[in-house]
């Protein structure tokens, strides 16, 4: 696969989204493409295919695979490429399986469809078993005959990706595929994108914003800023020794596997399309800028052996390491704001919930980890008034809170706010962004109109987003600043307790760690005590005090932080530890 020039740019000013964007890929091999949100990630991900997203346009340049350029097809020619010969993963399973079809049948169309790629003697139906076995799911017509909302999200995820693999394309492109899943399931997914990419030599794109899961993937790395690329290498070569000062700040931000660290997320913002500098994009950003980095923009050069970085003054080799950062600051211990106890849920006549106890200390960071389907969400859908089927005892101040919605005061709801996992189904789409956030106060608060704009435009700032982000629309941004909005809503009316479900899963490694921070400071100058529900075991290990893991509805570990996750003692939180992706775990490097 050669990528060169590839160019998307709006449709009514001619506005370059990404830019002169190249590469190449041999057979067998995974590119992890990584970057901030809005770097241009999956606008490149989808335009791989000749499609743009509303509003865009691919301006530019070639996708050759094995010498077909993948752009100059006809539309005919091109729709039978998609599926054929390139073929896509979204990042959410939810929204790229159709949720009125069996997944059986949405197996099956896609080979019907492509029913030329079927060696002879091979039937539709024993390519749908033999790509199930491969995902690692029972090909059994139980689950051929459910439907897309039956499934876990990991489970959905593997029917996509079997989908992509069904007709044997020559290359797979996968947008984020294991965001907001748990390590286990997300294990399991690398292991079967890694597997099948080298058992039927395919060339797989694997967009995402975790460095440690591209570390552990990829073969080589491409990293965007500002819709080019800034660096792109060998995986093992650029994760160890990064030369462009981008690259290194991201690799800085990733939170520790192994210690409680404060973060330090990349100051300032990306700039937008349409106001790129006549120099590097990067400068403003960058300590290492020169006058020149101003004035021009940098080329692609060779930094070393296969390593090119778009920068005038790189890092030099071999001097790249973290600097020592301080332990994350010590939180008192208060007393309990919100305490759990005996709580048992149901789902129809099914049991998912059996007789779980927490304490939310007042101030502090409880987290609640486990694999999909341990009921980590359900946990939280019931505190805050979402989930009414579930019986025992549950106080926020020594107040009794009970199961319905209708029985909690209008006090009680703005003192306990959610932000949802999903940032594309959690903002109202006919809404502004500044509407979203300012919806809270209407119900909240008695703010005059003035007073609410203000505080949207304080939220938005808090949350690493300009204020021209206000007159957006939700589908106009990426999903990392969908999330950032999410949060800022649920911060808008000020509460007491702040129910995060995955609210980092979304999240670029320099956002994740500005985020994280924000919240801190929000632990320590109001005292506000997090129930943080994450996969992200680094993360649990820089934000949280306390960890509670749940394995099938039961709490089976919980104490302090750093007693659990560096000395566990139950095979479960001993198996999510070793599930965990590394940065420095380079598995995945080309021969």
Not at 46 to 63: F, N, S, Y
Not at 185 to 199: G, H, I, P, S, Y
Not at 510 to 525: C, G, P
Request: with cysteine.
């Amino acid at each position: 696969m050669r990528v060169s020039g590839l160019t998307v740019v709006g449709k009514s000013r001619r506005t370059p989204i990404v830019e002169d964007v190249a590469f190449e890929l041999r057979p067998g091999q995974v590119l992890g493409m990584v970057g901030e949100s809005g770097s241009g990630k999956s606008t490149v991900a989808v335009a791989l295919l000749g499609l743009a997203r509303r509003g865009l346009q691919i301006a530019a340049g070639e996708v050759r695979i094995d010498e077909r350029d993948v752009l100059a097809l006809p539309p005919g020619q091109l729709r039978e490429a998609r599926g054929s010969l390139i073929s896509y993963v979204p990042q959410d399973p939810g929204a790229g399986l159709n949720p009125g079809h069996r997944v059986g049948w949405q197996l099956r169309e896609a080979l019907t469809v492509h029913r030329g790629v079927l060696p002879a003697g091979q039937s539709v139906d024993d390519r749908v078993l033999e790509v199930l076995a491969e995902v690692g799911l029972p090909a059994d017509p139980e689950l051929l005959g459910r439907y897309p909302h039956q499934l876990s999200g990991g489970q959905q995820q593997r029917v996509a990706i079997a989908m992509a693999f069904a007709a044997r394309p020559r290359v797979i492109v996968l947008d984020e595929p294991t965001t907001g899943l748990d390590v286990t399931t997300q294990r399991r997914v690398l292991d079967t994108v890694r597997e099948l990419t080298a058992r039927h030599q395919v060339m797989s794109v694997y967009i995402s914003h975790d460095l440690a899961v591209v570390a552990q993937i990829a073969d080589r790395v491409a990293v965007m800023y500002a819709g080019r690329l800034a660096e792109i290498g060998p995986a093992a070569q650029l994760f160890a020794d990064p030369r462009h000062p981008y690259t290194a700040g991201l690799i800085a931000a990733a939170p520790s596997a192994v210690r409680a660290t404060t973060l330090e997320g990349i100051e300032g913002r990306p700039p937008r399309p349409g106001a790129w500098p006549a120099g590097c994009g990067f400068a403003d950003r960058c300590h290492r800028v020169q006058p020149d980095c101003r004035a021009t923009l940098p080329e692609l050069v060779t930094v070393g052996a296969g390593q090119e970085a778009r920068c005038f003054h790189p890092v030099e080799r071999g001097t790249f390491k973290i600097a020592d950062r301080p332990a994350a600051p010590q939180v008192p211990d208060r007393g309990t704001v919100l305490e759990v106890r005996n709580l048992v849920a149901h789902y129809g006549a099914r049991e998912v919930l059996h007789e779980v106890d927490i304490d939310l200390r007042a101030g502090r960071c409880t987290a609640v980890v486990g694999e999909s389907g341990s009921g980590k969400t359900t946990l939280a859908r019931c505190l805050v008034g979402l989930h009414d089927r579930w019986h025992g005892s549950v106080t926020f101040e020594d107040v009794a809170i009970g199961p319905r919605p209708k029985d909690r005061s209008t006090e009680l709801r703005r003192q306990i706010q959610y932000v949802f996992q999903n940032p594309y189904a959690s903002l109202n789409p006919r809404m502004s962004v500044g509407q979203n956030i300012e919806e809270p106060l209407r119900h909240f608060t008695r703010l005059d109109r003035r007073a609410r704009r203000d505080r949207v435009e304080s939220v938005l700032s808090e949350v690493a987003l300009s204020t021209a982000y206000a007159d957006r629309m939700p589908d106009q941004l990426s999903g990392g600043e969908r999330q950032r909005v999410a949060v800022g809503r649920a911060l808008t009316v000020e509460p007491e307790v702040l129910v995060c479900d995955e609210i980092t899963s979304a999240l670029d490694v320099s956002v994740q760690a500005l985020l994280v921070e924000q919240l801190r400071r929000l632990q320590h100058e109001r005292g506000l005590s997090l129930l943080f529900i994450t996969h992200n075991l680094a993360v649990v290990r820089s934000l949280a005090q306390d960890v509670v893991v749940l394995e099938g509805g039961r709490v089976v570990e919980h104490g302090p932080v750093e007693t659990v996750l560096s000395d566990p003692s139950h095979s479960y939180t001993q198996k999510l530890l070793a599930d965990l992706p590394d940065l420095g775990r380079t598995e995945a490097v080309a021969s």
